[in-house]
């Protein structure tokens, strides 16, 4: 690659040496903004001529220069070459339009009816625009050849008008220069003869700015349009394309900036400054400022909220609700005046004060907790003294959460998969085509564990939303549980669901009989052997079932799997 490389660099040093000598200016004028100029020849006698005489390999180029506001550069060009007498093709007529349908696919040299259409760099001697865009923004028929963003030449293949940066017209050419960098189409004549030019060039981004400028050249040696025809061949093939950049996983991140103390905005207008604020720690809590030398103030920050004794104990009495279903101060976002008190402070201070001398270690919290006889009483105790079960005489039962559901769901079909959830599959970056209006928004099946789901602010996330998930866009510090009509419909009709209980059903079948499957199928799903009433029912059921046998054991597995005893911790 290398090695083609240089050859490439070596051939174009040669083409801009022979380029150099061969050209002449047919004419060059700037377009106001918005508007368009007519291609005229120049004068033969007084007045504009319409017609050119060129050999075979002799090259036609116009070039579109930028402006100092190249940023609106898009510019529209309707060259059109007809041949009025020349060997073998007369009458033929060749225009960007004709080779629209083949652009992304055949360029950056294109060939039509025996000419060669060229999208070049020319900046700097001719160089092919090496990187092939098909569906800019997602937009199918915008197609482009570019280096980078810009210089560009793209093409609206559609036949209808094509609504992006601007409105581009059906069936239409467009050169876009960089900064600095021109953009340019060459046509490589096919035959000698004599060749009618004519057509417009157009401001096609009019945005008040400065308008374009154009130029169209005549370069007279057949040899530099015979090698710019081989360049461009080498320049399309597959032997050229750059090595595939390696796939390197990469997540969301923050990285410090220049760190500045801001002004306050009067009544949250950002037009109207105030004093400058310095940064520093609540004032009800100290008030200490960020050194000035300190960076961000992020580690500061962290230190202050650490070393605030509220800090640990809302961490404890969060972990509290994670097992219990309620904090021991119930008010999981507010340790203020509006929230409701403890109840069990010591309790809650002995807590906190162990997680902080442990080293704010979560996963000896959680020992501590679980290790508890709170925590270890069953559920079945009357609650009728104490309905809140503020004194916890016995475990509450609860359903599971969402992703608690999904998982055990994937892990009685035997399809979990525990490996770590990588990248999700996005759509490429240049179809990209979101709004505020019409904002990215996609579910991704995976069998992974439930925290890898992706999950969007804008929009919940259909199964963790219908069992009462929590909300992205909001601090849930605890979640609701609700019951409704679409959580039994969704046992009845959703394809996850069907496709599980179909899954956890098709181990039974290498089982002998039916009492082992039976067995299993409770094992698997409640971590226990069936009763005889549940033994009589099931098979009664299966007896009942009008299908097949495998069939009546999928349904059977469903109506386990929507019980309340799977459904439910206890």
């Known amino acids: 690659y290398r090695q083609q490389q240089e050859s490439v660099v070596a051939e174009k040093a040669r083409l801009k040496s022979l380029a150099g000598g061969s050209f002449r200016v047919l004419q060059e004028a700037d377009v106001a903004e918005g508007q368009s100029a007519a ?58 339009e004709g080779i629209l349908d083949s652009f992304i696919d055949a360029g950056p040299a294109i060939e039509q009816d025996g000419a060669v259409w060229c999208l070049l760099d020319v900046t700097d001697g001719p160089a092919f625009l090496p990187m092939k865009k098909p569906a800019v923004d997602g937009r199918e028929g915008l197609n482009a050849w570019a280096d980078g963003d810009t210089p560009s030449a793209f093409v609206n293949s559609r036949h209808d008008a094509l609504e992006v940066w601007t409105k581009l017209p059906p069936r239409s050419f467009f050169l876009h220069p960089g900064q600095g960098r021109n953009a340019a189409v060459a046509w490589i004549c096919p035959a000698d003869g004599i060749y009618e030019i004519s057509g417009a060039v157009a401001d096609a981004h009019p945005a ?98 650490s070393g605030h004794p509220l800090a640990a104990r809302v961490m404890v009495n969060r972990v509290w609700a994670w097992h219990f279903g309620r904090g021991l101060v119930p008010t999981l976002n507010d340790f203020g005046f509006r929230g409701e008190p403890a109840s069990h402070p010591e309790l809650l201070e002995w807590l906190a ?42 475990f509450r039962r609860r359903r599971l959460t969402a992703e608690e559901l999904r998982d055990s769901l994937l892990v009685v079909s035997g399809q979990l998969d525990l490996t770590f959830g990588e990248g999700h599959p996005f759509p490429a970056e240049k179809t990209w085509t979101f709004s505020q209006h019409a904002p990215f928004s ?70 002998p009989d039916d009492t082992s499957r039976l067995v299993q199928l409770f094992e698997r799903i409640l971590q226990r052997e069936p009763t005889a009433d549940e033994r009589a029912q099931a098979a009664a059921f299966l007896d009942a079932w009008p299908g097949d046998r495998q069939e009546a054991w999928r349904a059977w597995t469903r109506v386990m799997l929507a019980g309340n005893e799977f459904l439910h911790v206890e």
Request: charged share 20%; with cysteine; net charge neutral.
């Open 208 to 305: 008040g700015l400065d308008g374009v400028r154009f130029r169209l050249e005549h370069f007279s040696s057949a040899e530099f349009g015979v090698g710019l025809a081989a360049l461009g061949q080498r320049s399309s093939g597959p032997s050229m394309a750059a090595p595939e950049p390696p796939s390197i996983p990469v997540a969301y991140a923050v990285v410090d900036a220049a760190s500045r103390n801001v002004k306050l905005h009067k009544r949250g207008d950002p037009e109207q400054p105030g004093d400058e604020i310095p940064r520093r720690w609540l004032t009800v809590f100290g008030g200490e400022a960020v050194a000035g030398d300190s960076g961000s103030g992020r580690r500061q920050l962290a230190a202050w909220v």
């Open 39 to 96: 291609i005229v020849l120049p004068l033969v006698s007084g007045s504009p001529s319409s017609t050119v005489t060129l050999r075979r390999g002799e090259v036609l180029q116009l070039t579109v220069l930028p402006q100092g506001n190249h940023g609106a550069d898009s510019t529209r060009v309707d060259l059109r070459i007809t041949a009025t007498s020349a060997d073998g093709v007369p009458g033929k007529c060749w225009s960007p």
């Open 442 to 511: 996609a579910v991704y099946e995976t069998p992974r564990r439930s925290v890898f789901l992706m999950v969007q602010r804008q929009r919940r996330h259909p199964f963790l939303s219908l069992f009462d998930g929590a909300d992205p866009n909001a601090s849930t510090p605890l979640r609701q549980t609700t019951t409704m009509p679409t959580q039994a419909l969704y046992f009845i009709n959703d394809p996850f669901f069907h496709a599980q209980a179909s899954a956890a059903a098709a181990i039974l079948t290498e089982l």
């Open 353 to 394: 004060s162990r997680f902080v001398a442990e080293g704010w270690s979560i996963q000896d919290l959680h020992r501590v907790i679980l290790g508890t006889r709170a925590w270890q009483q069953a559920a079945a105790v009357p609650f009728a003294v104490d309905p809140e079960n503020r004194l916890l005489a016995g």
